[in-house]
C-alpha cells in the first residue's frame, strides 16, 4: 500500500474514532478486524459489541470489564 493510500485510510480512521468519542462511546475492541472498507472505499469502524460510554458505566470515568481481543489488549491490562 502506497503512504498516500495509508495516510487516507488512517485519516479515515480517527475521524471516525473522533466521531465516538465526541458522541461520548469508547470502542473497546479496535483491531483490524473490524475496520472495514466499503463499497464506495471509505473506513467503516465496526463490531461495537463491547462498546461503552467514555464516561464509564457509574459517571466515574472509569470501566471495569476486561473485554476485547487478548492479543491487541495493551500489555498493562494483563497485569491486573
Known sequence: MKED????YFRQFVVGLDHCHTAGVTHRDLKPENLLLGADSNLKLADFGYAAPLAGRD?????????????????EIHLR
Open 59 to 75: 459517571g466515574s470515568g472509569y470501566l471495569e470489564t476486561h473485554c476485547g481481543t487478548m492479543g491487541y489488549m495493551a500489555p
Open 5 to 8: 493510500l495509508a495516510r487516507y
